[in-house]
């Protein structure tokens, strides 16, 4: 089942901070993402609000594969900037999601909720303008954050490729053997460069 999510950078409005379509496993799912409004704004705070997605997924969702045998799902954010590094207030979560108790949260914390139910990757999209100007700064902020689980992805194409070898190693396949039989090897290579250093 896929879910598609669309997020804006909170910090700098909140026309439309997070959107997201139900699990679906059949074409509806397309439909759904069609009505994704892409808010095409941006902000001034280099970064955007990936931890707003893994707050979403972690508190949000409810997964018939986690609730009744424990099996994480997988978490997939893209971007060209850094990690986030702002605090998630309370103030923002409530104007979003509504009445409830809600406290500040720092990104790792909410990366670590989202991870006790979901594998959670970041793919670095590196045909961004943002990366382009500050690579070193988006590579160091996000392996500080995700470690082995960013990838990053030198052309968009690759992206269909790179998502699904992702769920065979994590599903035990081997990585050699995996990459290997990629269409684009050199591509996956350079994807899980993270994971092939730490010889994960």
Known sequence: HLMFMGIDDIKDGYNAPLQASQFEAD???IEQLRQLWLVGQGGGNDTESNDYAWYFAARKTITDSWEKRKEKGFLFTFGDEPAPYETLTAAELKRTFGPGEYRDMSPAEVLAEAKEKYHV?????????????????????????????VLYLSDFEDLTELVIATLKIVKGADMDKVLSESANPKA?????????SEGS
């Open 27 to 29: 074409i509806s799912i």
């Open 121 to 149: 990757f970041h793919v670095v999209i590196e045909q961004g303008n943002y990366y382009s100007g500050r690579p070193q700064r988006v590579r160091s902020s996000w392996n500080e954050l995700l470690g082995p689980n």
């Open 188 to 196: 996956l290579k350079h994807a899980f460069i993270n994971a092939l």
